[in-house]
């Protein structure tokens, strides 16, 4: 089985939304460079149609979140222009089991690249952060995989959602803002900036990095959603999910079949 074939069958439960067995458990020595191999053929096959690069994510940015996947280091995922919801609403179809976790987004003035960025560098090309909620779905039955798999299911990217008020990137300490998130009223996840690798501009720099490694580079203009602030929660047709970013304000998505 060849990498394109294996891109070209994530594509095909990526877009059908049926799950399929970890590609781990069929093929034998993969290796994470493969993954990430696989993860830019897939995204190629979706820019082959009308679909652009808009952004990059983080995932796997908590301690926590690497824990529950058994791993030690964070992960990168390509954001299309047809994973951006214009509105604060999420359809359930086209996904499998999707989950939501409240997100920082770094919007970019110039471009970022090379091995040796600091925060420094971040801070002097980022235009604007603004609060986003991303909806993750894996497309692995029961959302279970290893770093291999998930890794080449784009980051269990699905849709995401950023808000309509940008922010100073010297206007907060992002990694003290806090963030509740509730459920149709009730609280069901708390947490801080901070959790996002120690500060979200840790996150920056390490997407720079990564992608420096494969001759790549953060375009001005991109965003790039850092890492979840909480674990992300499951959710349901007609669920109303609320993130209430401390001194920013709150963002609201509603759930529809
Ligand atoms: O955005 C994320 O942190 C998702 C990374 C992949 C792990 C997951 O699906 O929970
Ligand atoms: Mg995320």
């Given amino acids: 089985m060849t990498l394109e074939a294996i891109a070209n069958e994530l594509y095909d439960h990526q877009t059908s939304a049926e799950e399929l067995e970890k590609l781990t458990l069929r093929y034998d020595g993969l290796s994470v460079e493969d993954a990430y191999q696989i993860q830019a053929l897939l995204m190629e096959r979706y820019m082959r149609g009308n679909d652009r690069l808009i952004g990059w994510k983080m995932g796997l940015t908590s301690k926590a979140k690497q824990q529950s996947v058994g791993v030690d280091e964070a992960i990168y995922g390509h954001l299309l222009k047809s994973m951006e919801l214009d509105s604060p609403e999420v359809s359930l179809q086209g996904l499998i089991h999707p989950r939501v976790e409240p997100e920082l987004a770094f919007v970019l003035k110039r471009p970022l690249e090379g091995p040796d960025v600091t925060p420094r560098d971040v801070w002097l090309a ?58 149709n009223g009730v609280v069901v996840q708390t947490g801080a900036g901070a959790a996002v690798l120690g500060h979200p501009v840790h996150s920056v720099v390490e997407q720079v990095r990564m992608l420096s490694r494969v001759g790549k580079r953060i375009e001005a203009g991109m965003l790039v959603l850092t890492g979840g602030i909480t674990e992300a929660i499951h959710i349901y047709e007609g669920d109303s999910v609320c993130v209430e970013f401390d001194g920013i304000g709150e963002l609201n998505l509603s759930v529809r079949a």
Avoid: H
Avoid at 141 to 149: C, E, G, I, Q, Y
Avoid at 159 to 175: D, H, L, N, R, T
């Fill in 126 to 183: 980022t235009e604007c952060i603004m609060p986003a909620i991303e909806v993750i779905d894996s497309r692995y039955k029961n959302f279970s995989f290893t770093l291999v798999d998930v890794v080449a299911d784009n980051a269990s990217s699905a849709k995401f959602y950023v808000g309509p008020q940008a922010f100073s990137p010297y206007q907060f300490q992002w990694e003290n803002v806090g963030v509740v998130m509730k459920q």
